[in-house]
């Protein structure tokens, strides 16, 4: 998201973790938690070079 | 001729191989960049420069390059992203400085050459000539690195053409051309290559890459993007030895374009691998950065991968992948 993308999809992750999509969205907010950030758009194109 | 093993009553397997006139004792070739001059690594405890067929140099420009701001490597899942940007002595310095010094090994030296323009390259290619030291060139029209030049010649078939005839004109060398993946496709480049003049090919350069840190919202490398090497690459490298060989040995009559594959080899097996697919020969770099394995062990492996398939020369491979119906 930093990079650009409003979304992504989860793939091959979902071969080898059936609950993978699950983990990585609690992953996403506690990281946003973490980081003080209440909406997830504030991440897409964030990235500063 | 062939040596026998001692006290073993069967045949050492022939591991020779021969680029483009450059005869080397087996395939496996130290890729530029990851090498420096071939200085640095005679420190190294155990290595040998002679166990290597070939050393391929640090791509090396007309003059002097700072590089690129650190950090110039990051490393992620299954290889790593560098953005080194082509940082070199010059041409002249390299020329009188350590290529004198690598002249006391058996193993063949090449230069790998890198400009921004066509005149750079054939400039170079011309002073490099009547060196004694340099068994070939290595062409890298492929850094991803630059701003200018490098990739831009790799992009199109007809700037790769030109500038490989111009360097053709300037050297009677064994010219290889370094080809990169970052483009759609890679057989029209490697057509315009041969078309030139490049008496072989080696592929791939890095996979154009970017990794973020997420802390700081920041780009890993110091250049923001790079190129991505190492195990991550190897599948996508063995698809385009593939494609190439296949046009090779279907539309490429008059001359017999060797070759030499590169992208996240590890071990035996992974050269084999790309050997069955049309390598001729193989260059390891990454993975030197690693030192899971040493060379030695690697080519022990290979001799005894190639007993047990029945094969006494490592040539026999080369294609033989059967393809399924």
Redesign the interface.
């Known amino acids: 998201m930093?990079?650009g993308a409003t979304a992504v999809a989860v793939g091959t992750a979902n071969f080898v973790n059936p609950y993978s999509t699950i983990d990585i969205i609690n992953g996403i907010e506690s990281?946003m938690e973490k980081?003080n950030i209440i909406d997830v758009k504030e991440l897409i194109g964030?990235?500063?070079? | 001729m062939q040596k026998k093993l001692p006290g073993i009553n069967i045949e050492k397997p022939d591991l020779s191989v021969e680029i483009a006139g450059i005869k080397m004792n087996n395939p496996i070739m130290i890729a530029s960049g990851t090498f420096g001059y071939g200085t640095e690594f005679s420190e190294v405890e155990g290595f040998s420069h002679d166990e290597v067929g070939a050393i391929v140099l640090k791509g090396t420009t007309l003059n002097k390059t700072r590089g690129n701001p650190i950090p110039r490597i990051a490393e992620v899942d299954c290889g790593i992203i560098n953005s080194i940007g082509l940082q070199n002595p010059g041409i002249d310095f390299v020329l009188k400085n350590y290529i004198p010094k690598l002249r006391q090994y058996k193993t063949k030296i090449i230069l790998n050459i890198a400009g921004y323009s066509e005149d750079e390259y054939k400039e170079i290619a011309k002073r490099i000539n009547d060196v004694n030291g340099v068994h070939g060139i290595e062409v890298n029209i492929s850094c991803p690195n630059i701003k200018e030049g490098g990739m831009q010649f790799c992009l199109d078939p007809k700037m790769t053409f030109r500038v490989i005839e111009k360097i053709r004109g300037e050297t009677k060398l064994p010219l290889i051309v370094k080809l990169s993946p970052n483009v759609t496709d890679i057989v029209q480049i490697a057509k315009a290559a041969i078309e030139g003049g490049a008496d072989a090919l080696s592929l791939i350069n890095t996979v154009t890459a970017?990794a973020?840190d997420?802390?700081?919202?920041?780009?890993k490398l110091g250049a923001?993007f790079g190129g991505l090497s190492g195990p991550a690459i190897k599948p996508i490298a063995i698809h385009k030895i593939f494609q190439t060989y296949q046009y090779i040995s279907q539309y490429v009559k008059d001359k017999k374009i060797p070759l030499i594959g590169i992208g996240g080899i590890e071990s035996a097996d992974d050269i084999i691998e790309f050997i069955l697919a049309g390598a001729n020969a193989v260059q390891i770099g990454t993975s030197t950065m690693i030192y899971k394995t040493t060379i030695e062990q690697i080519i022990s492996d290979i001799a005894n991968r190639l007993s047990e398939l029945n094969e006494k020369k490592i040539n026999n491979l080369v294609g033989k992948v059967i393809l399924n119906t």
């Open positions: 930093l990079a990281f980081n964030g990235l500063r070079c | 970017m973020i997420t802390k700081t919202k920041r780009p923001n």
